[in-house]
């Protein structure tokens, strides 16, 4: 049982490419959920999916596209890099049995992002 | 005013000591409140999850809450080298209908032999 795997664990971009960070998770969980992390600032929220063809916009989503076709897979597309994106994505995932708590995130070990 | 605050720290301690890292929020609608641990380059794992006002101990950790002062505190006893790491407090409510948390910016914890 891998949990949450996140691929590359690192990448450098130039400004103006683009990329797609993977994110799997094989514990069947049907919330996924992609942060990111910058220095002395906590995670915020990108974009969220509550299942397989929902997906939703969080706090920080501008510059940044999902798509959710699996359970499994939740991969975070980067169109037109900046230097804004530099930062530590992390993907996460949780079981959800209704929309009334705050059930427990598992958290996946981070891609470290730097765009020049 | 951000709606969860938290000393980012550095905060440097001998092993053996006892820690308190806190957190303070301004929605009185959180519920749910949680601490996770991330070791460096490492993601976060939820270390303790509390609901309501009160303690909750699991081993040397115990994490406690107080809706009316809106304010929550996780204490660390007989703190060793191993718990150096970043403590992130996250909070919670019901609203949301997708899970949503929001997470404290993070207090390092070194804990020196």
């Known amino acids: 049982n891998a949990g949450v795997t996140q691929t590359p664990k690192f990448r450098i971009l130039k400004i103006g490419q683009s990329m797609t960070l993977q994110c799997t998770q094989d514990?069947?969980?049907?919330?996924m959920y992609w942060y990111r992390q910058d220095p002395g600032m906590g995670l915020k929220l990108i974009y969220y999916?509550?299942?397989?063809?929902?997906?939703d916009k969080g706090e920080v989503p501008n510059g940044y596209n999902v798509s959710r076709s699996t359970t499994e897979d939740f991969p975070l597309r980067l169109e037109l890099a900046a230097p804004s994106q530099t930062s530590v994505y992390f993907c996460?995932?949780?079981?959800?049995?209704?929309?009334?708590?705050?059930?427990?995130?598992?958290f996946g070990p981070g891609t470290r992002l730097t765009v020049l | 005013q951000k709606e969860v605050e938290q000393d980012p720290g550095p905060l440097s301690v001998p092993e053996g000591a006892i820690v308190s890292l806190n957190c303070t929020y301004s929605n009185s609608a959180f519920q749910y409140f949680m601490w996770y641990r991330q070791y460096s380059r490492k993601g976060p794992e939820l270390l303790m999850y509390?609901?309501?006002?009160g303690n909750k101990e699991d081993g040397r950790f115990t994490a406690q809450v107080d809706k009316s002062s809106k304010y929550i505190s996780l204490f660390i006893r007989d703190s060793q080298p191993s718990d150096s790491a970043t403590y992130l407090c996250a909070m919670g409510d019901s609203s949301g209908g997708y899970n949503k948390l929001i997470f404290g910016a993070g207090t390092r914890l070194a804990v020196h032999p």
């Open positions: 509390t609901y309501s006002s």
């Open positions: 514990m069947n969980h049907n919330y």
């Open positions: 999916s509550v299942g397989a063809g929902i997906t």
């Open positions: 996460a995932s949780s079981y959800a049995t209704s929309g009334n708590r705050a059930d427990t995130q598992y």
